[in-house]
């Protein structure tokens, strides 16, 4: 006879879409499942009957709801002061996205309002961002800096991260981003790199305060040449690398990505073939941002078909930010990137979930799987695809983190 196991939690008539890479089925579906939670980790899922010998603390029905890993939001910048709603009403009035930021706007304008802001007001406006993911399911984001553009705000960005990561309702990965080149360095953009690459990159690792490097390579941000320093500095530092690439033009980031190893090349509408190979080539995540293309009223698409064609695992995030996509649910994300991308549910639900967890470095997450993290969401519906399907509307019945139930209500 074997032993018991224990376990803290057994959750029992559960349709679990386990989103396993390798799994014969579509979304690795268990129609009738169980799954086990020891010390905040999966410790069984299986079939119905499959965890006889597993004696449970607790035990929870799902009612035969949905069941996947908590959602991975792997493209954040939710930490600013500010809002933009002025620049949205200018841009359905004719000006791009591209005009207002060289008048000064765009980034730079969340720049000084960042700036501006204490560093309460930044961590109370953040965190209330933050709830917004969370009633929606994400139990893992990724947060960037990037709109201080100086030493002490870029710090004090991380550092709100950070906090919003030790207050345990969420699990928060931190980004050093070099966003752009700050108004007053513009006549001197390479002082500037040297200046990132020389005092604040080190000082950001010194400290521990990013789990990852960003540029944003684009003609109104940082030249190929400058991305290239910044990122090869984050390598010596030790630090993984990603980019913003190929957003507004083909600038040729995603080939300088697959050079250093990115965990992943995000935007990519105008990601060309040689750039596409090369991603398939390094094994960087394509992260595709579909509330920025929809926001900004893009015409160009990314080319999903190309990504396809050369296996490029694909993730899906919102880009939450108040320039190019205030977006606040990530499940939105997934219906765009349907809608808009062409992406099919279950491509989209695995980018929002397991692909997404790769394209931080992290392969504990969004998926449910023996040893995984105890990250779960609960769903309001019978099939996989309605995640994709539904929108505008809270589908989530409960959300669980490291084995803890973290939103009132049914079924645990
Ligand atoms: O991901 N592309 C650059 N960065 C952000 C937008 C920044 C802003 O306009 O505030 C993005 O789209
Ligand atoms: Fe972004």
Redo the contacts with the bound molecule.
Sequence with gaps: MTEPRRADLLLTDARIATMAPDAAVPYGLLDDGVVAVTDGRISHVGPRGSAADIVPERTGSAHGRLVTPGLVDC?T?LVFGGH?ADEFEQRLGGAT?EDTARAGG??AA?VAATRAASDDELLASARRRLGWLAAGGVTTVEVKS??GLDLDTELRMLRTARRLGAEDTMRVTTTFLA?TVPADRRDDPDGYVDEVCRDVLPTVAAERLADAVDV?C?RI?FSPAQTERILATAVDLGLPVKL?AE?LSDSGGAVLAARYGALSA??LEHLSPAGAAALAGAGTVAVL?PG?SAFLGEARLPPVGLLREHGVPMAVST?L?????PLGSLLQAVNLACTRFRLTPEEALRGATWNAARALGHDDRGVVAVGALADLAIWEVERPAELAYWHGVDLLAARILGGQLTLPGEPV
């Excluded at 930010?321 to 996509?325: E, L, R």
């Design positions: 493209h910048h933009r996205y765009g980034i969340t990037g709109y966003h944003f684009e941000a913003h957003q995000d935007h941002l920025a880009d930010n108040p320039g190019t996509s």
